[in-house]
Every structure is written in structure tokens, then in C-alpha cells.
């Protein structure tokens, strides 16, 4: 665990909000390289499917094309060319206009979290998240100390509109979320948008599985439904859309985007020029070699009939040796099983130290829950191995909690 008190007596300490962190991301990264370990617990994509050739020949394209400006620093808002591309995609996916001006380029989606939280956030500001919260956007806040409620669906929790009212933004993973895979419906994705629409507050999209539909379709995003709603020209509504190639590419080329109205794209640019002055041009030129092209639907194709396999697999395997203890559903899309204890007596930050005894991880509930508190769910990822390893790290699994039940 990172401690965040080995600063010597002589020197300043560290700023406060690393009280709050935990290293937890990086442990998971690097416990998916240790060959004795199998690990259900980073959200890491199968990376032998990843494609090197494909890439290497956009690089030299890319090269070609852009000579010495893809080695240079950038716009802030990105390479112009590839911001068009992303807002052509939008207008189809969304059946309306989107255009460069609507688009910034960031250094994954991750930085999109980032930048929205420099944007919009002062300490004590109320986010509404969908619960539980991708652990990756409550570390992106954490420097600005906000407070979290739960994101009701159903919105018929009392006092909820006024929540809403209160609140800065609403955080969402509609498409297959992190860390449940719950792909919420069409009419909770409107539902939620008029409830939004009406507190006139911010609602953050965040979309980055939506290549990875492995049963059926996903269906409209809320900014799709925004759009259609609003008649105007130019998109000025409340959602702030994010998208990345992490997925439906390579997450190494570190591109995603941010769509939204253009006046808090400007404000969003202001607070990325200070961050790291532009993202990288060269991979932004290559990205843009591979999506002209058919790679990135190639690489979906095949990654999406991998994916299922390993879902299966996985659920399979569980469905063989967890389930006296855990239930779960199939997840529709994405890279994650959410599995809830049935048994009350399991904890699962306790059954982690057994899972790592027996060589296996997990990503335990805790962290995705803003108070640390829900302890009784943990998310398996099923992309990063193949079937017979998941099953194996099922296995495995099992040996852990009849180990932990037994201590
Ligand atoms: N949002 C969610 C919900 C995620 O799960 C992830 C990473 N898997 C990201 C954002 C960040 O993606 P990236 O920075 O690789 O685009």
C-alpha cells in the first residue's frame, strides 16, 4: 500500500489530498506482469491481438504525410485534422452536426476525467455518479475534494431532483459500465437527461467500451439523445461526451476525446495547456492513419469474438466453482464481471490476501465506492487472459475462498 507519511521531518510534506489515494491501479498493473500471478484484476485488453503491423505502416504513412509537424508540439485542442474525423463519427453515430469546434483531443479519456475536474470542480462540489464509480474517475477528482451522491436511475428517490440541482455534474458509464458491465436501458439514458436538462446542470458521458458490444447492440448514447432533442445548428446542451481508441485500438496510443458544447471545449483547452501543452501529434497523426483505414474495425471485429469467448469462459468456469458464494450476471459488453457475495460472511478487501496466496487477483468493491464501504462485491476482468487461464484463475479463485471461510 503506498504510504504517503515517508516524507522526512526536514522537509515540507506532501499536499494533503494524498491522504485520500491509494496506489491500487499501479499494483494491478504490475501485478499483470508477474508470470506466477493471474490477473482478473487490471482492465487491460488482450494485447497479443494487438495490431503491430497495421500500426507500424500507419507510423510510416503518418510520417510521410505529416513529416516534421507530427514531431512537434500541437494545438491544444489537438491535430485539427483528426478533430474533424472525430466529429464526423459523432454526427453519424448521433444523427446530427458536430463539428472540430465541439472536439479536444486529450491523452486518453482518462485526462478528459482530469481536465473536467480542473474545469468544473471546487473543493466540497457534489458529483452524482453512478454507483459503483470507475475508480480511475474518483482518482481524477481527488485533488479537488468533492463530495459524491449516488446516481438513482430510477430517479424516484426523494429529494433526488434536488441532488441533481445541487450538484456540478452527474458522472455515467451507460455502455457496459466500470466495474459492473450494466448496460442501462434507452429509457433510464433519456430519463436521466430530461431530469438533467431540468436541475441545468452538467452530465458527464463517459463511453469507452462502447466498441466492445459482445450481445446486441448498445444502442444511442444520452449525447445522441441530447442531440436529437435540441433542434440548434451547433451542439450546446449540457453533456459532456468522452470517447477514446483505447479499446477499439491500442490504449499505447493514448487518444481519446472530449465532445461538448464549444464554449467549455475552450474552457477544457485552457486547463490542458497547463497540463501538459498539447497531446502527443505524432500518435494523434498515426490514430488517424489507422481509423481512415478499415484497421480499427478489423481489430473490433476481432477483438469483440475474442472477448466473448473469454466472457464465457469465465462466467463458465465461475458458474462451475463460485456461485455456492457469489451471483452475478452476464455482462452484455465490455471487459468485467461484477460479482456480489451471496454468503454473508465475506468481505472482499479480506478475501483479496487469500486470493494473492493462491496467485490470483481480483479488483475487490471497495475502491470503486467513493466512502470505501461497499466490501461485499469484487470486478473480474475477462479480456486480459485466454479461456484456459481465466478458468484456471477461477479456480484458483475458489481455493481462496474456502481458504478465507476456513481461517
Ligand atoms: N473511463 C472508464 C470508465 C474506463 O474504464 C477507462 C479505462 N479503462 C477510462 C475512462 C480511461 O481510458 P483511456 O484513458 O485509456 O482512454
Redesign the pocket.
Known sequence: MLSTADHTTERPPYAAWLRSTNNITQQFLSLGNRPDVISMAG?LPASELYPVAAVEEATRAALARWGSQALEYGPVEGLPALRDAIAARISAATDGLFTRENILLTT????G?DLIGKVLLDPGDLVVAQFPT?L??LDAWRPRAPRYARLDWTLGEPGFAETLRAAKFVYA?PNYS?PTGVLVPQQGRRALLEAVVAAGTWLVE?D??LPLQLDGSAGPSILAHDRAARGTERYDGPVLY?G?L?KSLV?GL?V?WVVAEPKIIQMLALAKQSTDLSSSVFTQSVALSLIEGTVEREQVARTVAAYRARRDALCAAAAASLSPWFEWEVPPGGMFVWMRATHPGIDTNALYAHALAENVTFVPSSVFDPSGELRTAMRLNFTRNPPDVLAEGVRRLERAVRRYLAA
Open positions: 482492465g486518453g479519456a482518462m485526462q476525467l470507475y480511475g474517475a458509464v466500470n463517459d469507452p467500451y468522452l477514446t483505447s490504449p493514448r481519446g
